[in-house]
């Protein structure tokens, strides 16, 4: 597997409140994104990056904010969580244009109640 | 926009038999992706198809992509209860455009 890891695995969390997830990667990567998946949608591209300080929204970005500072770390952020924003978080990484095969992290299981 | 449609939803088969998942794209694709997700875990890439007809094949898993570039299927012959999972097709409009993914295919095996 590649070193990927995402923090926290698990969370449970109010309505309202901020919530930050974090996506580390050792392999050097360019590319970083955020999916989150439900029944029934498969995974949805929430925002993506395309180096450092470089991000774009993905389809479903209303209610997420990401940043990445460094080529290891993406963070996304849920300002003010809802319920409606419980889900299983992956980040994966991508190489480059070239090579487009997506490794994913392990996920986070978020409970918004 | 573009979406990438796949079916069935679910699937159950008793161990030996044949599995097929069927992913259809509104718009022409660039490339398509296939990955595995067991139960609980995350996604695996398992292959790519770039050309227009490319059959792939990986033991028992075969992989087609459409003529048109807008259809692929993953077929797996005589599963196995190691096949359970979900099945995702995923999708680029042109290449280094955003990844696409399908609702995917719940594979069960009944042993």
């Known amino acids: 597997d590649a070193g990927i890891t995402q923090s926290p695995r698990h969370k449970v969390t109010e309505t309202g409140t901020p919530v930050t997830l974090r996506c580390h990667q050792t392999?050097?990567?360019?590319?970083m994104y955020w999916y989150r998946q439900d029944p029934g949608h498969g995974l949805r591209l929430i925002h993506y990056s395309y180096g450092v300080k470089d991000t774009d929204k993905g389809e479903v970005s209303d209610g997420y904010s990401v940043s990445r500072s460094k080529t290891e770390d993406f963070l996304l952020t849920l300002e003010s969580a809802t319920s409606s924003q419980t889900s299983v978080y992956f980040c994966?990484?991508?190489?480059?244009?070239?090579?487009?095969?997506?490794?994913f992290g392990p996920g986070t299981r978020l409970l918004v109640l | 926009g573009q979406q990438v449609m796949q079916i069935p939803q679910y699937q159950h088969v008793q161990e030996g038999e044949d599995f097929t998942t069927y992913c259809n794209s509104s718009?022409?694709?660039?490339?398509i992706q296939w990955y595995k997700q067991r139960p609980g875990g995350h996604p695996v890439f398992l292959i790519q198809?770039?050309?227009?007809?490319e059959v792939k094949k990986q033991k028992r898993l075969t992989f087609q992509f459409g003529e048109a570039k807008k259809n692929s299927s993953l077929h797996i012959t005589a599963t196995q209860t190691t096949d359970v999972g979900t099945y995702f097709c995923?999708?680029?409009?042109?290449?280094?455009?955003?990844?696409?993914f399908g609702q995917g295919t719940e594979l069960s095996v009944k042993p």
């Open positions: 994966a990484i991508s190489e480059s244009v070239r090579v487009e095969t997506q490794y």
């Open positions: 392999e050097n990567h360019r590319y």
């Open positions: 718009t022409t694709l660039s490339n």
């Open positions: 995923a999708g680029r409009r042109n290449q280094g455009g955003k990844l696409i």
């Open positions: 198809l770039v050309k227009s007809g």
